[in-house]
């Protein structure tokens, strides 16, 4: 089952991948940092601790015992620190940690003490951070108990004022790094797919550049390899195509003039009508191999001019179905590309939208946001069944039987319209109308 969030491109997979692997890595180290810290503060807090309840302890004990008592009272201290003098240590706490009480019994032995005068037992209650604890020490002299219960804040490890910003900028530097890196690695993989996709619309698209990182070079060396395979195989074909149609040329004309000598007159008519429709398909397939062959040239043409003049040709061709030839668009609109190819590729759409449908409405539509132009050339004949609207495209295929069939030709038209828009890196594609008509749409590069 996908993932709702998982990104399709392999960019950005990449980065969440990258992105993802840096918080891990930052949230370790910081986890690390913070106990390594959380160690250091419990230390100092047991340091601190130990130097005030000390600091009291000494001043209790140098003093007589009939004047502790008031020493003690008048003693300074921050709030919610208890001191007091008793007969037996408090007991309101549980009792401490072991190692809440190593800390604190290392701290206290550091006191600067004689040895007569140290605490002859000492009790630990409570905790650190957070938390209270109380020391309990007995005075060496006279046998009572001096408690001190204290608050201990809690541990503050991110404390510093500047971290988060230095961790916001860190971890934004790191961001910004891995997403350049990330683009910058398959940047060629996006070349890679655009050639790919280029050498699917016109096989003699120019070749990869053959540098950079030395899978990338690889790569590239072994798509202009396959391309230059394609296009030799397309060439030979094409090549064997227009020599097989050249040749019948000659014996075809021999037929006909042989048949000129058939004495039966139905039998002769017959077979001058078989040669004609023979030597129609030889021109098609020479027409479709010169086609496949064509060097012209690209240049800058008004694509609405064109599209007029081919049908002002279609009105001048059929003066019959003049009413029902119209033009719809901008007056003018510059676009680059080869004026005779896209002339014959539009004038076979109208001359089949006038032929099969009685109409030829032609909508030119200028570049949308993508920098697409769109031409749609409408009838209104039968259509085409659905499971037909493709299969029309492939070599020799004729239309669905419901069209004129005498009036049709031997199925190479919209083959050649496809290749020439696909050479101008477009596409062609049908669809019907309703409730009857078909409509022809060609998308073309701006």
């Not at 209650?125 to 219960?149: K, N, Q, S």
């Not at 064997?240 to 039998?267: M, S, V």
Request: with cysteine.
């Amino acid at each position: 089952m996908r993932l709702f969030l998982w990104p399709r491109s392999l960019a950005a997979r990449t980065a969440l991948v990258l992105v993802a692997g840096l918080f891990l890595v930052q949230g370790a180290a910081l986890s690390l940092h913070a106990w390594d810290r959380i160690d250091l503060l419990r230390l100092e807090q047991a340091r601190g601790l130990a130097f005030r309840v000390m600091a009291v302890y000494r001043t209790v004990i140098a003093v007589p015992e009939a004047d502790r008592e008031t020493v003690l009272a008048g003693f300074p201290h921050p709030p919610g620190v208890i001191m007091r003098l008793a007969d037996a240590p408090a007991v309101r706490l549980p009792p401490a940690p072991f190692w809440v009480q190593r800390l604190l019994r290392v701290n206290l032995a550091l006191a600067p003490l004689p040895p007569r005068l140290r605490p002859r037992r000492i009790v630990i209650r409570g905790g650190l951070a957070p938390g209270r604890v109380a020391v309990g020490m007995r005075l060496p002299d006279d046998g009572r108990w001096l408690d001190v219960t204290t608050p201990v804040p809690p541990l503050r490890p991110w404390r510093s004022p500047g971290f988060l910003w230095a961790f916001g900028l860190m971890m934004a530097v790191a961001l910004g790094l891995s997403l350049w890196a990330v683009r910058r690695l398959t940047a060629p993989l996006r070349t890679l797919a655009a050639a790919a996709d280029a050498l699917g619309r016109d096989v003699n698209a120019p070749p990869l550049p053959e540098d950079g990182p030395t899978e990338i070079a690889t790569a590239a060396r072994a798509f202009n390899t396959m391309a230059s395979r394609i296009r030799r195989f397309v060439r030979d074909r094409t090549e064997l195509l227009a020599a097989i149609g050249h040749d019948l040329r000659t014996p075809i004309t021999r037929l006909k003039l042989r048949a000129e000598f058939i004495e039966d007159e139905e039998q002769s008519h017959k077979f001058l009508a078989d040669l004609d429709e023979l030597e129609t398909m030889v021109a098609a397939t020479l027409a479709f191999a010169r086609d496949a062959r064509d060097g012209e040239p690209v240049v800058s043409l008004d694509l609405a001019e064109l599209l007029r003049t081919v049908l002002d040709e279609a009105a001048d061709a059929r003066p019959e179905a003049a009413e029902a030839i119209a033009y719809t668009g901008p007056a003018h609109l510059t676009f680059r590309g080869r004026t005779l190819a896209l002339k014959r590729a539009f004038a076979n759409l109208v001359g089949n939208a006038l032929a099969y449908g009685g109409a030829a409405r032609l909508c030119l539509h200028p570049p949308d946001a993508v920098g697409t132009v769109t031409v749609e050339i409408e009838d209104d004949g039968p259509g085409i069944p659905p499971g037909e609207l493709e299969a029309v495209f492939e070599p020799f295929r004729r239309g669905e039987p419901s069209r004129n069939k005498e009036t049709g030709g031997v199925g190479l038209g919209l083959p050649i319209v496809r290749n020439i828009l696909r050479a101008h890196g477009g596409d062609v594609s049908l669809a019907n109308r309703t409730p009857r008509g078909l409509r022809a749409t060609v998308r073309l590069p701006g």
